[in-house]
């Protein structure tokens, strides 16, 4: 289940029946384009380093901005990035 303070950021799915760790590229991907800090901090209690670089290295839904500024956070090298290619 989701926090409350996280549902806003999940307005287009079911809550009550949602699951992170089920979709574990969604939630990822929408705490790292709309999340705050406190978002953040969850989702890296929930996922491990490597499941979040790995979203930012091949989703192509997250803009170029965001993905510019988590290479930048997680040391990963722009040509890395799918959106900045």
Known sequence: MLPQYLR???WDVDISSFDPQAHPEYTIERILELGDSNAVAWLEQQFSEEQIKQVIRTNNRLTPKSANFWALIYHI?????????
Not at 77 to 82: A, E, F, K, S, Y
């Open 77 to 85: 090298p722009p040509q890395d990035v799918i959106v900045l290619r």
């Open 8 to 10: 806003s950021y999940f």
